[in-house]
């Protein structure tokens, strides 16, 4: 089982960046797949879900209405692309598998495989 993230970097407030999480070595359209992100100096935040065939997505209220994540279960990829990133935004991201198929979690405990991160900084 393998999650590799993708799509980082240094982006200027009001920027956007679209990461990419590619699964492998389990059935990937059978998990609900989350994002979660570590900001510098604070523990771990849920940031957005999405069901197993994409039909619903939740996302937490301080990225409402700027992050959207996606997912092709085809290609085993899961997405998050990211408008109007603030400084706040700056954290590693990661996708997370949670242990229990079709239900979508919130809680970082529930999830039991992890990329290794990918590195998001909004600076001027």
């Known amino acids: 089982v393998q999650l590799v993230e993708s799509g980082g970097g240094l982006v200027r407030p009001g920027g956007s960046l679209r990461l990419s999480c590619a699964a492998s070595?389990?059935?990937?359209?059978?998990?609900?797949m989350s994002w979660v992100r570590q900001a510098p100096g604070k523990g771990l935040e849920w940031v957005s879900a999405i069901s197993t065939h994409g039909q619903s997505t939740y996302h937490t209220d301080s990225v409402k209405g700027r992050f959207t994540i996606s997912r092709d279960n085809a290609e085993g990829t899961l997405y998050l692309q990211m408008s109007s990133l603030k400084p706040e935004d700056t954290a590693v991201y990661y996708c997370?598998?949670?242990?229990?198929?079709?239900?979508?979690?919130?809680?970082?405990?529930?999830?039991?495989?992890w990329g290794q991160g990918t590195q998001v900084t909004v600076s001027s």
């Open positions: 997370a598998k949670p242990r229990s198929m079709f239900t979508v979690v919130r809680s970082t405990t529930e999830y039991d495989t």
């Open positions: 070595g389990f059935s990937f359209s059978s998990y609900a």
